[in-house]
């Protein structure tokens, strides 16, 4: 598995996989089945409700710890209602773990996303956590961020597809050198994505899928990405990405089919009560 270094320095592979909305057996063999694959990054939430699972395969798993990327995040709930300290403790008592390698702010939720920011640059210097980020920033969020910020994000993880390629979004965290990570990478395969004659005939001309080529994508602008899946096919199809190139050309034409369309949920229209 291929990675990218962050700039704290530490690296992380370029293939995760997502876990929403797994739990129980199911989460616990497609892990099982991942690792045996040669995945090593896992994201997971406060939220998700699985972390159990997930240490159990971690702590079981014949993969030494230093070699698994584990990504969880800081819930709304508690980043309005408790010790995020505490909350970071409790999550690492779920997962029997002594850290974890990535604490992202899961949503900017105003009044608080600062204040939030405060307290994981302190949870990252007691050696809590290897790297600090957030997810679903957009560029004003950053910015009023990086105002207050002793310590800029390693990662923006955000919606990001071939319909949604927040191309400005990228330039700006590039700019700061916050990498971005794609969730919902594939858009959760819309009809807009199966159908689009440019990525059906990249997959024609690569004999690669769909996902393949998008995937192969997001590596080239270097994202990183966290498609999730069941399918032990897919699982190995997600990372058979390295033994083809998109030309510059090709990777435009992606860029192109772009519509702004999200399949989640829009930063500054939502309800963060409900996330």
């Known amino acids: 598995m291929e990675k990218f270094t962050l700039n704290n320095g530490i690296d992380k592979p370029v293939i995760g996989l997502g876990t929403y909305p ?23 939430a406060t939220a998700y409700k699985n972390h ?54 899961h949503w900017p939720v105003p009044d608080y996303f600062l204040k939030s920011w405060v307290e994981l640059e302190q949870l990252y210097k007691k050696g809590l956590v290897r790297s600090i ?26 919606e990001l597809h071939p319909l949604l390629t927040q191309k400005p979004l990228i330039k700006f965290c590039s700019k700061y050198g916050i990498k971005i990570e794609a969730y919902s990478p594939l858009a959760r395969m819309h009809n807009y ?11 024609d001309r690569y004999q690669k899928s769909i996902p393949q080529i998008i995937l192969r ?20 199809e997600n990372i058979s990405i390295y033994d083809f190139h998109l030309s510059n050309e090709e990777m435009i034409s992606i860029d192109d089919i772009n519509m702004n369309f999200r399949v989640r949920h829009d930063p500054d229209n939502c309800d963060f009560d409900k996330l």
């Not at 969020?141 to 955000?158: G, K, T």
């Not at 994202?223 to 699982?235: G, N």
Request: net charge negative; charged share 20%.
């Open 22 to 44: 797994m739990k129980g057996n199911i989460l616990i063999e497609t892990m099982e089945k991942a690792i045996e694959l040669g995945y090593s990054s896992f994201d997971t």
């Open 52 to 105: 159990e699972e997930i240490g159990e395969v971690i702590n079981n798993s014949i993969v030494a710890r230093e070699e698994v990327f584990i990504t969880t995040k800081l819930s709304n709930i508690h980043q309005k209602h408790e010790n995020i300290e505490e909350v970071l403790k409790r999550s690492l008592s779920i997962l029997g773990l002594k850290y974890v390698d990535m604490y992202l702010i």
């Open 133 to 158: 980020g957030v997810c679903n920033f957009h560029e004003h969020h950053l910015r009023d961020l990086i105002e207050i910020a002793n310590i800029l994000p390693a990662i923006n993880q955000i």
């Open 193 to 203: 994505i199966q159908n689009s004659d440019i990525l059906k005939e990249l997959a």
């Open 217 to 236: 994508w997001n590596y080239q602008n270097g994202v990183i990405s966290i498609p999730k899946t069941q399918s032990h096919h897919r699982l190995s």
